[in-house]
């Protein structure tokens, strides 16, 4: 019998720490699957964050390290920089990469850096305690904000895709979401092209995925699903936000 579905061989057989419902898992397994495919794993680096995504290097059966909170692109550029010939990617979360790691993300994505970051965002600080992220909807509750975000007093949600894309260094922006499968199957397509990006060296690549947090937005899983479509995505529209050619 020809198999023609199955467990990518770089995904280790660890007992995953996630959350039941949580979205990193499906995330971990789109860039594992990616990696095979696009056979990357010889000169794939994966830079892993501080926060949920902090024990990738028991996952990836590839070149892994742990980066300071919020340096994942600071780290990435560094490797990146002495070993030109390697694909780097940066694993990070909305308080990594869009918090404490704002400055460095920044800076790499104007200077263009030839790194890829895949960021996920489920609007709180999931590893802490859903604690109110940059990235938390107006009015959404969450444990430091519990009558819902206020703009008054805390602003508004940053949209790092939308930041990013005014930067001339940026050369390939996409929101994607892995709610549901026409939506997976539209992240893993994502995921493929920043790494093309970067192969093709036209700038910085990065993939904001929409991730369920059933456990921090206390919901069900497929209540957390559906919660996507019917407000995360108002907030954070799905498309390629920039992409340029060359």
């Not at 960021?119 to 709180?124: D, H, T």
Request: proline fraction near 5%; hydrophobic fraction near 40%.
């Amino acid at each position: 019998m020809k198999q023609i579905y199955g467990r990518p061989k770089i995904l280790k057989e660890a007992h995953f720490h996630y959350c039941p419902g949580c979205g990193h898992s499906i995330v971990n397994r789109l860039i594992a699957e990616v990696v095979e495919e696009m056979k990357l794993r010889d000169k794939i680096i994966c830079v892993a964050p501080a926060g949920c995504g902090m024990l990738l290097y028991n996952y990836f059966d590839i070149d892994t390290l742990e980066s300071a909170h919020g340096r994942g692109a600071a780290v990435s550029t560094g490797i990146k920089r002495v070993l030109t010939d390697s694909l780097v990617f940066s694993y990070q979360g909305d308080g990594d990469l869009a918090a404490i790691g704002t400055a460095e993300g920044f800076h790499a994505a104007n200077r263009g850096e030839l790194i890829t970051v895949i960021f996920v965002n489920n609007g709180v600080y999931g590893m802490t305690g859903g604690q109110m992220a940059p990235t938390t909807i107006l009015r959404q509750v969450t444990t430091t904000c519990p009558a819902g975000r206020n703009p008054d007093s805390a602003g508004h949600p940053v949209k790092i895709c939308e930041v990013f894309s005014m930067l001339d260094g940026t050369s390939y922006l996409e929101r994607v979401a892995v709610n549901k499968p026409a939506a997976v199957i539209q992240a893993k397509k994502a995921i493929a092209k920043a790494f093309q990006h970067q192969i093709n060296k036209t700038g910085f690549s990065l993939v904001e995925i929409l991730s369920p947090c059933p456990t921090n937005w206390k919901m069900d899983p497929i209540r957390s699903c559906k919660w996507i479509d019917e407000v995360m995505v108002k907030e954070f529209p799905l498309g390629v936000i920039k992409e340029v050619t060359c």
